[in-house]
């Protein structure tokens, strides 16, 4: 399943699709409807027809995966967990690894395995989402999302470090997407797979 996903997040419907969401949905945590959008293009384009992918399930109680994949052929699930944040989040990711562990291994414990952890990282320039937040009347400066970026790039080492502190669990891969509308924004996907 990793090849399908990485082949979908590299494809040029993802790209039209991310850019739809950068112009809809700028003022949100985009989490749940980038999930969503995966979700549709793997039903729609990516895989098999025995195959079959669902938002939130498997369940246990209030516990749930983000987004699984059913194969009717080896009647077994693939379990996909999402996290989005931005750059200076968790002190630019050196207080991550608990929500890691959280979500990669506590549900282990729990019967239900995460086979693969998504982490996706937006950043724009501050200064063109100001322009059209204010643009549209939906600038606010206690509640602008720019708030919560980084001035460096260190959030990026601190973040390596830990995905190789996995290796022995995992393996660890980047992609790098970005939108121009309606401003620039760079999407970094960062991806763990349970070896």
Same mark, same amino acid.
């Given at each position: 399943?990793?090849?399908?996903?990485? &082949?979908?997040?590299?494809?040029?419907?993802?790209?039209?699709?991310?850019?739809?969401?950068?112009?809809?949905?700028?003022?949100? +945590?985009?989490?749940?409807? /980038?999930?969503?959008?995966? @979700?549709?293009?793997?039903?729609? +384009?990516?895989?098999?027809?025995?195959?079959?992918?669902?938002?939130?399930?498997?369940?246990?109680?209030? #516990?749930?995966?983000?987004?699984?994949?059913y194969d009717?052929?080896? #009647?077994?699930?693939?379990? %996909?967990?999402? #996290?989005?944040?931005?750059?200076?989040?968790?002190?630019?990711?050196?207080?991550?690894?608990?929500? /890691? $562990?959280?979500?990669?291994?506590?549900? %282990?414990?729990?019967?239900?395995?995460?086979?693969?952890? /998504?982490? %996706?990282?937006?950043?724009?320039?501050?200064? !063109?989402?100001? $322009? *059209?937040?204010? +643009?549209?009347?939906?600038?606010?400066?206690?509640q602008s999302?720019?708030? *919560? @970026?980084?001035?460096?790039?260190?959030?990026?080492?601190?973040?390596? +470090?830990?995905?190789?502190?996995?290796?022995? /669990?995992?393996?660890? &891969? &980047? %992609?790098?997407?970005?939108? &121009? !509308?309606?401003?620039?924004?760079?999407?970094?996907?960062?991806?763990?797979?349970?070896?």
């Amino acid at each position: 399943m990793l090849k399908e996903v990485l &082949t979908l997040l590299n494809s040029g419907e993802f790209q039209s699709s991310l850019t739809k969401i950068n112009k809809n949905y700028s003022n949100l +945590k985009q989490e749940s409807v /980038i999930r969503n959008s995966i @979700l549709e293009l793997l039903n729609e +384009k990516f895989l098999d027809k025995h195959q079959r992918s669902f938002a939130e399930h498997p369940r246990e109680g209030s #516990k749930r995966i983000d987004l699984s994949i059913y194969d009717q052929v080896k #009647k077994e699930s693939y379990c %996909i967990e999402f #996290k989005f944040q931005y750059t200076n989040d968790f002190g630019k990711f050196v207080n991550y690894q608990g929500l /890691i $562990d959280s979500d990669f291994n506590r549900i %282990i414990r729990e019967g239900i395995k995460c086979d693969l952890f /998504i982490l %996706i990282v937006a950043r724009w320039n501050p200064k !063109e989402k100001e $322009d *059209y937040d204010l +643009k549209w009347g939906t600038h606010s400066a206690k509640q602008s999302l720019s708030r *919560y @970026l980084s001035n460096d790039d260190v959030w990026k080492d601190n973040l390596k +470090k830990l995905f190789n502190s996995y290796n022995l /669990i995992a393996e660890f &891969t &980047t %992609i790098d997407l970005y939108v &121009t !509308e309606p401003y620039k924004t760079e999407y970094f996907f960062h991806i763990m797979n349970r070896s």
